[in-house]
């Protein structure tokens, strides 16, 4: 599908900003001109903040700015302009002869995990969600999705673990650096409900993500309708996942029937930030066990 317009907007602003970086550090350290370089920083700087950002509806739910934007671009940044540039300051100094392929060839990929970053960073930029009293609107980087409640069919707890390969690559990338990222990455799992049309048209709604996903589970359940469990789902990783509390195998009987979604909490979801444990309103209920 194509890329909003809002969403290339976004895009644009952060490669604009990393190109602008790039050319103030190898002035700066490459060539020793500091004002050519405050003059490229400040640039980045209006490139990365004037541009309109594309805001989300009143009372609509989004990722918490700071956690899922601001410091996923610092960090694209600051890959950038470290291994992007790094080859055109080494050449300025050594006065290297022609253009340093065996440099780029050796620094430009841990750099271009930047864009990456700044891809993902664009997107969670212009996701939110609007729960209504007859229907739920998701807004993502391919537009606008108005859901009717009634045509609704199945409502999945879904949970997604990091591909098995991630981890190493972060490591071999990031020395030590990376070894961090890993730990916390391989241990964090993505929690989604997942709302299937009439049609068969699935719509995932990343809850953890947003701060207060009580309203969503709390309209959902105003609506009549009922949650499925879902095992684990991990891209390069094989085995089972848990159910209950219990290790579910091919062999395993089917679960029981779900109950319908409490609007006191996500069970689904492990221990929810709004509620304390050992209070009514942190649940466990059969086929959601904690992660």
């Known amino acids: 599908m194509p890329l909003d317009l ?47 950002r594309p805001k989300p509806p009143e009372r609509a739910l989004h990722h918490d700015r700071l956690p899922s934007v601001r410091m996923p671009d610092l960090l694209g940044f600051l890959l950038s302009t470290t291994f992007l540039a790094m080859p055109f300051i080494v050449s300025a100094l050594e006065a290297w002869p022609g253009v340093p392929w065996g440099l780029m060839l050796l620094m430009w990929p841990p750099g271009l995990v930047a ?14 969600v609007l729960p209504e009293q007859s229907s739920i609107t998701v807004g993502t980087h391919r537009g606008t999705t ?16 990091p591909p098995g390969w991630l981890s190493p690559l972060l490591i071999v990338l990031g020395s030590w650096r990376g070894l961090g990222i890993a730990l916390l990455l391989g241990n964090r799992a993505s929690r ?72 006191r909490g996500i069970p689904s979801f492990g221990r929810p930030r709004f509620c ?16």
């Open 115 to 128: 864009l990456a970053i700044f891809w993902f960073s664009a997107r969670c930029q212009s996701i939110w």
């Open 192 to 263: 989604s409900l997942v709302l299937e049309k009439m049609g068969g048209e699935r719509v995932r709604l990343p809850l953890d993500a947003f701060p207060d996903a009580r309203k969503v589970v709390r309209a959902l359940e105003r609506a009549g309708l009922t949650v499925a469990p879902s095992q684990p789902k991990s891209d390069g990783r094989t085995g089972s996942g848990t159910h209950g509390g219990a290790r579910m195998t091919p062999n395993s009987p089917e679960p029981s029937r779900p109950r319908r979604l409490a609007g």
């Open 6 to 52: 809002h969403e290339v907007i976004e895009i644009l602003r952060r490669l604009a900003a990393a190109v602008l970086l790039c050319a103030g550090v190898v002035t700066a350290f490459g060539y020793g001109q500091s004002e050519a370089a405050v003059l490229c920083v400040g640039a980045a700087m209006a490139a990365y903040l004037l541009p309109p």
């Open 146 to 161: 108005v859901l009717p409640y009634s045509e609704i069919v199945r409502v999945t707890a879904e949970t997604r673990r």
């Open 276 to 291: 304390r444990p050992g209070s009514p309103d942190f649940p466990i209920q059969p086929g959601f066990g904690r992660l």
